[in-house]
């Protein structure tokens, strides 16, 4: 039912989620304004007293007046009116504002992207021994940007900020012991960091933390700790957690095996766009567990996990399509189609599927190179059926 999909880095900074943060800690007048859940567009303009007191030069409201246009982020001109709500601010010392500015900057939100520019405000907050500030310094020396990437000087702030207790630091340098960048590995550094992340409240953290007793990589597997984690961040919401929740209670591995539950917790993760909780209901519906077995049902969570580039619900749609089964017509175009994008995506079932069509006088565009390369890539992940095949295909034999 499952594979990890790869998708966007979880911790790339949501701007106005950090703006929240921001507004949060300042303990400047933050019940004058609405925001609403993060994310969620506000309407109108400041209120009148807030604006007046930014007019006169209170840089907390200021300040306070930036983020309410930010919070608006409809039309080019609220995001205008923030920068510029911004800048006074900092230009006046307040470093939330000077940290604002900096993120605005590193990302061209609204304004050209300047790096330089943003690292000079962020050195301004710092001064002041921001928190943000510190760890959105590691993230301009981890990602570049606009020079080359620095992991020593990225892995340094991003301790300054762990140290004054921003949880996505903790999760930053669990990250770096892990890979070992711009610090020698360290596993159990990394694990003790995962889990300060996680008790600190971050649900990619827990959600790694849970891959990795899953897993048994850096430790011996755990399934019973893997399934605590994936609990604890899919009661908070997390898609991907709810999605591997689901999985395990299908498996019945961490916890008692429980289809109800699959299904339960697949279904919340699909209904956020989880692609691996689109893969989880497919599955569920194909093979009538937990539920009555609904062919139609199935190839409609296939095709949604499929579209968002899901290797093993690619591969199966054109396992379907292969077949005809699932209400689909018969198709050797559709076939290849679906498993050349899950080959692409290095899916050895997919790649060896592939590779046989042209054993099997499936495709009309496959050539023997093509084959033979598809198999090769297979077969050197292990897919023992690949290399059998492969090997009859380079000695000239047919595929048993």
Not at 145 to 169: E, I, N, R
Request: glycine fraction near 10%.
């Amino acid at each position: 039912m499952r594979g990890h999909t790869a998708g966007s880095n979880p911790m790339l900074t949501d701007l106005r989620l950090v703006l929240a943060v921001l507004v949060a800690l300042s303990g400047v007048a933050c019940n004058r304004i609405s925001f609403g859940p993060a994310g969620e567009a506000i309407e109108g303009e400041p209120p009148p007293a807030l604006l007046a007191r930014a007019e006169k030069g209170d840089a907390a409201a200021q300040f306070e007046v930036a983020v309410f246009y930010e919070a608006k982020d409809q039309q080019i001109q609220d995001i205008d009116e923030a920068i510029e709500w911004y800048t006074m601010a900092a230009e006046q010392g307040f470093a939330r504002a000077q940290t604002a500015l900096g993120i605005i900057l590193m990302h061209g939100e609204g304004v050209a992207r300047n790096s330089q520019e943003a690292r000079r405000w962020l050195l301004r907050a710092v001064e002041q021994n921001e928190p943000l500030a510190h760890y959105q310094l590691g993230e301009l020396y981890g990602a570049g940007l606009d020079f080359d990437p620095d992991p020593v000087k990225a892995v340094l702030w991003w301790q300054k900020a762990s140290d004054l207790g921003v949880t996505s630091a903790h999760y930053r340098l669990a990250e770096a012991y892990e890979q070992g960048l711009g610090v020698e590995a360290d596993s159990e550094r990394a694990l003790a960091l995962y889990r300060m992340a996680a008790e600190s409240g971050s649900n990619v953290a827990r959600y790694r933390l849970a891959l990795i007793y899953d897993e048994g990589k850096l430790v011996a597997r755990d399934a019973t700790e893997a399934a605590t984690w994936y609990r604890v961040a899919a009661e908070e919401g997390y898609a991907p957690a709810q999605a591997q929740l689901g999985y395990m209670y299908a498996r019945g591995d961490g916890v008692p095996p429980r289809y109800d539950m699959a299904l339960e917790w697949s279904r919340k993760a699909a209904d956020a766009g989880d692609a691996d909780g689109c893969n989880n209901l497919a599955v569920l519906y194909l093979k009538g567990f937990g539920v009555e077995q609904d062919l139609g049902e199935a190839l409609k969570w296939y095709r949604v996990a499929a579209q968002r580039n899901h290797a093993a619900a690619q591969n199966m749609l054109g396992t379907l399509f292969l077949t005809g089964q699932g209400g689909v017509s018969q198709s050797n175009g559709e076939a290849e189609h679906w498993w050349r994008m899950a080959a692409e995506q290095n899916y050895a079932p997919a790649q060896y599927n592939l590779g046989g069509m042209y054993s099997r006088g499936l495709s009309d565009s496959l050539s023997r190179d093509d084959a033979l390369k598809w198999l090769a890539r297979a077969a050197e992940q292990g897919h023992s059926a690949a290399q059998a095949e492969l090997s009859a295909l380079e000695a000239g034999s047919s595929p048993t």
